[in-house]
């Protein structure tokens, strides 16, 4: 024993060859090496195990050593009946000798020259797979788990189903940690204590870990058959084992409950979740997909076959990747399921493999990214006789072509806020009357919800004042000295030249948000009483909870000029960026207030008369025709909530759930004027969302229309008092009604709102 731990100990490196062929020529063939055990210890529980899977068949049990070295071991379970052997090792010295060893004696055995983690067999090639110490040696805790892993991928992969992987270790936690991860779906594994001869001095205890190979996907919790306090060996390493077991049982019981589940591939492979050459509709699980030892990074990803059956309607692509940067994560869309199942139907895919970014993907390029992803989610396509064809890769953004960045600041309330100028890879809805060069948009975003544009506008050219100029001209003739003279114009046809550079302007008069269009059109609904107060020259309350970038109140400021328009903010950075960046301007008519929304409304409530609740003689229900003026009514005649949610988890975007509680919209029913209008602009993806919001809405009114808003997922919601008569027919005509109410010049093009009001549906 002291000799072979000296020779031993000259190896260094368990994984180099090198070093074996000189430990092989050092001890030479008729000095043979054991791992462990000698063969009166291992016989009985091996030919135990070998005996059994015999029995199940006719044929031999094919047999497979990798890491034979110069071990008996072969030749003792030949001499007991065991012909069919194949012997590897990636030693060419040792094999060489053991061929020539027992060619005679033992002519049915087989040798080769072969890396045990790179074998060339076929799948399912030998019954049993005999590993005497083979995965400890790959195992070295400095080398780390790749070459472990890669060997023990190989070993499931030429099993046989029925077939067993015998190991024979000291079952130190790193490697047990391992082996146990590896054959979790469809193995089912035994662990035994070998136990050790009374002279035998080692410390360390060596083990008997016999997987078998099942036809099923069951996950079988680890049962060790033995008494830890019966060994005699180091507790250390018997409590690192066990700790190692319980810590892999706990994670089998999460498999058998499929509760938060991340399967690998190899898991997948085993048929943890079924055949994943064919599709079934409506599966759905958590993956992880790539490893240290096949790709450069590793995702969390989600796989899902579309619920939809092909023959419904063809796919355009059988199996389609769809990656979801980190800043998007959290919304709703991608972390819930019902919005993942959105994004599966949108993308008119047979299977959707989205895979999630995370910090290590930060600053590494998509192309990188893509060409990391590409192999490994081939071996999740389906079959399909058009799998030849690319799978393709999708994104979560926003259809930007060009991006400049004008300013970002973080704010306490808000967080971080971008002020951006954009150009679209394609014209934005609405906007293809208007010229190429003028189609650069200014955007307001929140970095807590970057797939949502808080507020949009329009920018265009202004042609530079000829007054300003002219005054320019004249003060330089004023000048005392010529060359200060000199001086100056040249800065000043410096300073004009980078103003003419950057001479855009927001254009208040056209509406780039379409439901900024479908709020006005909503309007229509008490047209004849915005006409009567015009005519009275009597100003309509309107309130918006919400700024954004001022572009909806500038509007109305600017073309409705019979409204006293107050808005309501709760973060006075958002204020500062409307102003400087978005034109907005407050004056008599058009205030602002840093604000509690629901704190402001609910206080209005409580300034308000009665009045809106004593008219209670007669029918509740009125003709829009026929309707009173506003004039003198108490509290806003018209209510906007137009404000976002912090939190996009919840699957509402916009408002924030506070603003959709009964207690809030009992509230506003009790401070809106009795023939004012309330709108709140609903944005969720999520159709039982709106199904809540509408079901608590009309716990407190009963009349309630919609407004849907084609290509967005914006719904807007108008809610009157009492009933309107002006359904139909009589909408297009008050929709018109109220166009003739919208000033604008012959230059400018305002919102069509007859078209839109036509899509107002009651509830």
């Known amino acids: 024993m002291q000799r072979d731990m000296e020779v031993l100990s000259t190896l260094g490196d368990f994984t180099s060859k090198e070093n074996w062929d000189k430990f092989f020529t050092l001890r030479g063939i008729n000095d043979p090496f054991e791992w462990y055990a000698e063969w009166s210890i291992l016989q009985t529980p091996l030919l135990n195990q070998l005996q059994s899977n015999s029995a199940k068949q006719e044929e031999p049990i094919q047999i497979l050593v990798p890491g034979c070295g110069n071990s008996r071991l072969s030749e003792q379970l030949y001499d007991s009946g065991f012909h069919s052997i194949t012997n590897i090792d990636f030693s060419k010295v040792v094999v060489s000798d053991m061929l020539r060893n027992h060619i005679r004696s033992r002519p049915n055995m087989r040798w080769r020259v072969m890396d045990m983690t790179q074998m060339q067999f076929a799948d399912g090639s030998f019954d049993v797979v005999l590993d005497k110490g083979g995965l400890d040696a790959l195992m070295e805790p400095q080398l780390g788990p790749k070459l472990g892993s890669q060997y023990l991928s190989e070993v499931k992969r030429v099993l046989k189903v029925g077939g067993k992987y015998i190991c024979l270790t000291l079952a130190e936690s790193h490697v047990i940690e391992l082996l146990l991860s590896k054959f979790r779906f469809g193995w089912h594994i035994s662990l035994e204590a070998i136990l050790n001869k009374p002279s035998n001095k080692s410390n360390f205890q060596t083990f008997l870990v016999v997987v078998a190979r099942e036809n099923s996907s069951i996950v079988s919790p680890i049962v060790p058959s033995f008494d830890s306090d019966s060994l005699d060996c180091d507790g250390n390493q018997i409590h690192g084992l066990l700790k190692t077991i319980n810590s892999e049982n706990k994670i089998r019981a999460e498999f058998s409950s499929d509760i938060d589940v991340l399967y690998s591939l190899e898991d997948l492979q085993l048929g943890a979740k079924g055949d994943l050459n064919r599709l079934i509709p409506g599966r759905r699980f958590s993956l992880t997909l790539g490893d240290f030892a096949t790709s450069h990074f590793s995702y969390k990803a989600i796989l899902m076959d579309s619920k939809q059956p092909s023959e419904a309607e063809p796919f355009l692509y059988q199996c389609g990747v769809f990656i979801v940067p980190k800043t998007r994560a959290h919304e709703w869309l991608f972390c819930s399921e019902e919005g993942q199942w959105m994004v599966v139907e ?418």
Not at 401 to 430: A, F, M
Not at 439 to 450: K, P, Y
Not at 452 to 475: H, N, R, Y
Not at 713 to 737: Q, S, T, W, Y
Request: proline share 5%; hydrophobic share 40%; charged share 25%.
């Open 346 to 763: 949108s993308a008119k895919v047979a299977r959707l493999i989205m895979v999630f970014l995370g910090s290590e993907h930060n600053n590494v390029g998509m192309d990188t990214i893509q060409k990391d992803l590409s192999p490994l989610v081939k071996t999740l396509a389906p079959e399909h006789p058009d799998n030849g064809d690319q799978i393709p890769f999708m994104m979560a953004n926003d259809g930007v072509k060009q991006r400049n960045i004008v300013q970002q600041v973080t704010s306490p309330t808000t967080g971080l806020i971008i002020v951006e100028d954009v150009i679209y890879e394609e014209s934005p809805n609405g906007t293809n009357s208007i010229p190429l060069k003028a189609l650069v948009f200014r955007r307001l975003t929140f970095e807590r919800s970057l797939g949502l544009v808080q507020s949009e506008c329009l920018l265009k050219e202004m042609e530079p004042c000829q007054k300003d100029v002219a005054k320019i001209a004249k003060k330089k003739k004023k000048s005392r000295h010529k060359s200060d003279e000199n001086i100056r114009k040249k800065r000043a046809d410096s300073s004009f030249s980078k103003e003419s550079r950057n001479n855009l302007k927001v254009d208040h008069s056209y509406l780039a948000s379409s439901y900024h269009s479908g709020i006005i059109a909503g309007f229509a609904l008490i047209s004849s009483a915005l006409e009567n107060m015009a005519l009275a020259r009597t100003m309509v309350n309107t309130f918006i909870i919400g700024l954004g970038a001022g572009l909806l109140p500038m509007f109305l400021h600017k073309h409705f000029p019979l409204m006293d328009i107050e808005v309501v903010e709760l973060d006075p950075i958002v204020l500062d960026l409307a102003r400087n960046h978005f034109d907005f301007i407050e004056d008599i008519h058009l205030k602002v207030q840093i604000a509690d929304g629901i704190k402001f409304v609910r206080e209005m409530t409580t300034a308000s008369t009665l009045s809106n609740r004593d008219d209670t003689s007669g029918n509740d229900i009125y003709c829009e025709a026929n309707l009173p003026s506003l004039q003198g009514s108490k509290g806003p005649h018209i209510l906007i909530i137009d404000a976002d949610s912090a939190d996009l988890s919840t699957g509402l975007t916009c408002p924030p759930a506070d603003f959709t509680e009964k207690s809030f919209l009992l509230s506003v029913k009790e401070a809106l004027s009795s023939e004012g209008l309330f709108i709140i602009n609903l944005v969720s993806r999520s159709s039982s969302i709106h199904e809540m919001v509408v079901s608590r809405l009309k716990t407190v009114f009963s009349h309630i229309f919609f407004l849907e808003i084609e290509e967005d997922v914006n719904k807007v919601l108008f809610v009157l008092p009492k009933e309107p008569c002006i359904e139909g027919d009589h909408l297009m005509e008050a929709a018109g009604r109220l166009e003739k109410l919208l000033k604008t010049s012959p230059s400018e093009k305002g919102p069509n709102i007859r078209d839109t009001a036509r899509r107002i549906k009651r509830l």
